[in-house]
């Protein structure tokens, strides 16, 4: 089965600073990955996402996203994080059939 | 604006009531999803429809469970005689067939008491 792993709960950086929220994933066959944000009580806004190509996909807000097949991550990377950019953060990878299978999350905090 | 929409957004129920959600799809999307959410997890799939047929249900929707799409655009979930576990977000999404991105409303909660 598809599957990704968000190996930590909470992400802390100082305003500013670049940010990385990590994922790994496991899937048999050419993985589809995903990365959604959600604010508090909001539902889930789409970042980006990897099909194929290029391993460094850039998304919306200033993320991007390097793919890694070697290590099997999908890693979200910010150059430099904003107190705005403080969330719930999911990985996600397309199962095979249509849906989603999402990771348990991260907690970004950006301090000012 | 035209994404997902989902209503209510904050449902509070006694244990054993029936509750129904509903949700509006982006516009000619034809594929939609429910998911749940429990505070402090990842979203979990329940079921996917393709126009007005369920194609897919999880283990996790109980025979309390139930949800349409009659005509392919709006779809209903339907919890009957819930119970406090049933206490979640419940997250409706769309796509779009041969697109990849799965797009997410704002997501109904509901808190049974």
């Known amino acids: 089965a598809q599957s990704v792993a968000q190996p930590e709960d909470q992400v802390n950086v100082a305003e500013g600073n670049p940010l990385t929220v990590k994922c790994t994933y496991s899937?048999?066959?050419?993985?589809?990955l995903f990365w959604y944000v959600q604010y508090p009580n909001r539902g889930l806004q789409f970042l980006l996402k990897y099909i194929t190509g290029d391993n460094l996909v850039k998304g919306s807000y200033g993320f991007e996203a390097e793919f890694n097949k070697s290590q099997t991550s999908f890693h979200l990377k910010k150059p430099s994080a904003l107190v705005s950019d403080s969330a719930l953060y999911f990985c996600a990878v397309r199962d095979g059939g249509n849906k989603l299978v999402f990771g348990a999350g991260t907690i970004l905090r950006v301090k000012s | 604006d035209t994404g997902v929409s989902q209503d209510p957004r904050h449902k509070i129920t006694k244990r054993g009531q029936n509750v129904t959600f509903r949700c509006d799809p982006i516009s000619e999307h034809n594929r939609l999803y429910w998911y749940r959410q429990t505070l402090g997890q990842g979203p979990e799939f329940l079921t996917y429809?393709?126009?007005?047929?369920?194609?897919?249900k999880s283990r996790l929707l109980s025979d309390r469970f139930s949800a349409e799409r009659p005509k392919g655009s709006f779809s209903t979930l339907e919890i009957q005689r819930t119970e406090q576990g049933d206490s979640a977000m419940y997250l409706c999404?769309?796509?779009?067939?041969?697109?990849?991105?799965?797009?997410f409303g704002e997501g109904s909660w509901l808190t049974v008491v």
């Open positions: 999404a769309s796509s779009l067939s041969g697109e990849n991105t799965i797009y």
């Open positions: 899937v048999s066959g050419n993985p589809y």
């Open positions: 429809f393709q126009n007005e047929a369920q194609l897919e």
